[in-house]
Nanobody, 127 residues
């Protein structure tokens, strides 16, 4: 089992930055790909970024490419999402997730490919 706890959300002005953290626990956490998603009321959960267990070959949704950066520190069992140049459209609840499989061999972007989810952290961007 893997448990995930997000932190770092809050209120920020448009153009500002936030860094989200996701603390993972569980024996296999460092062996799984990790992803960040977000969701707004009435919409499906949106993929943002993923990072494999090795930390190499990150992959991003077009909507955040160049603005968001995903990283991980396996020694601390923590995944980060650095968010820059925030827009009002980035307002959402942000979730981190751990992949269903150990060390998937390719970037995974679909929510069904992630078995473990955090509780979410609210990000609000004011214009």
């Amino acid at each position: 089992q893997v448990q995930l706890v997000e932190s770092g959300g809050g209120l920020v002005q448009a153009g500002g930055s936030l860094r989200l953290s996701c603390a993972a626990s569980g024996r296999t956490a460092s062996s799984r790909a990790m992803g960040w998603f977000r969701q707004t009321p009435g919409k499906e959960r949106e993929f943002l970024a993923t990072i494999p267990h090795s930390g190499n070959n990150t992959y991003y949704a077009d909507s955040v490419k160049g603005r968001f950066t995903i990283s991980r520190d396996n020694a601390k069992n923590t995944v980060y999402l650095q968010m820059n140049s925030l827009k009002s459209g980035d307002t959402a609840v942000y979730y981190c997730a751990a992949s269903s499989t150990i060390a998937p061999g390719r970037p995974i972007t679909a929510s069904y490919q992630y078995a473990y989810w955090g509780q979410g952290t609210q990000v609000t961007v004011s214009s």
